[in-house]
C-alpha cells in the first residue's frame, strides 16, 4: 500500500492541476539503493556537501475493486506496468490470497497495527497509544 497524488484534472488539457492524495495497492517488485555521492548541487547554499543514499521501490500497481459487502478490495491479473516511487510513500505491506478468480488483498494496516508502547507513562509503566 502506497500514497500518490493524483490530478483529479488529468483528463482535461486546459485544466490547472489539482492533487489529492490516493492509497494504491501494488506489488513490490524490488528495492532499488542509490548511493549519491557528496556534491555541492545536492545541498542547500552555505551547507557541507555529504554523500547520501536514496531509496526507491519498483512496484506493479494493481488495479482494485472493493466487494460492497466486505470491503476487502480485490484485484485480478495483469499488473500494471513497472513504477519506480520513493520508498518513503509505502505505508504498509499486505498479503493477498487467492479466491474465486481473484486476488483479495489482506490489509492489516488500520488503527490497531498502529498501536504504539511508549515507555515511562507517569508510573514507569508502558501505556498504549
Known sequence: ??????????????CRPEFESRSLYGQLQYILVCPLPAHHKLTYPNEQPQAQTLLLAAVRQCNTT??????????????????VKDLASIQAVVGHIWNRKRWAILDRSGELVRAQCVVGGGEGEGDME
Open 1 to 14: 500500500q502506497y500514497d500518490v497524488l493524483v490530478d483529479i484534472h488529468a483528463h482535461r488539457r486546459n
Open 66 to 83: 472493493a466487494d460492497a459487502k466486505t470491503n476487502i478490495p480485490h484485484y485480478t491479473d495483469p499488473l500494471a506496468a513497472l513504477e
